[in-house]
């Protein structure tokens, strides 16, 4: 016999569907955890990430004031030539760590304030006002970095949880229901199974007992 689901009514059947349903269970509750330990972590990259985000906000209000105060002093002309001069790329190592599991960025902290000499111009020629603004963005963009690993990490975590959430609802309202209904479906065809046996074997005992040699003597009554 067979279910309506098309699984056989059998204690076989029964037995690997609850062991199906308690392993849906576990794999639920064992997502919640997950989850709930990424929402954590979360939280505490979101408020380690404000306040970085506030850092680097008062950072670059610092180097606009020292680029006015450059360009007031030194002229835009200057500014410019010693800008085009700075151009170039900087280079980062990026390394990635795992919280539950889930791979998240990390940008290998370093300084980007350089030396007067590694900018590689003449501090008399530019003068100290230049070479003042130069360092507030070299710091800016030192702290800029740090944000941009940080939002990544927050990025990277939001995504995990949706991701993980999406499971944790499949499983409650999906997976589990159906398998709540395959194994009471299993587990009533078979109540019903034993009741028309039984009912079966009764007919059959009386049946016997009213052909037997006693009850036709009229020894044993019906």
Known sequence: MRAASGLPRTRMAL?????????????RQL??????????????EIRTAVAARRELDAAAAEARLALETARVRHGAGTLAAAGAGAAGEIGVEVRFTTVMG????????RSL???VAARGRDPLATG?????????????LTIALRV?????????????IRRTSSRVNALRTWVIPGL????????????QREREDRFRLKLVKRRR??????????????
């Open 113 to 115: 304030v350089r030396s």
């Open 180 to 191: 709540e209904a395959e194994t009471a479906s299993i587990e009533l065809a078979l109540e």
């Open 128 to 140: 100290p006002a230049l070479e003042a603004a130069a360092e507030r963005f070299e710091e800016e």
């Open 31 to 44: 997502l919640e955890d997950k989850r709930d330990a990424l929402l954590r972590e979360l939280h505490r």
């Open 209 to 222: 007992t009213r052909g037997s040699p006693a009850a036709r003597l009229g020894v044993v009554g019906p």
């Open 148 to 160: 941009a690993t940080m939002e990544a990490r927050v990025l990277r975590l939001a995504r995990e």
């Open 15 to 27: 037995l690997a569907g609850r062991a199906r349903l308690a392993l849906a269970q576990q794999g």
């Open 102 to 109: 889930v791979p998240v960025p990390a940008v290998a902290p």
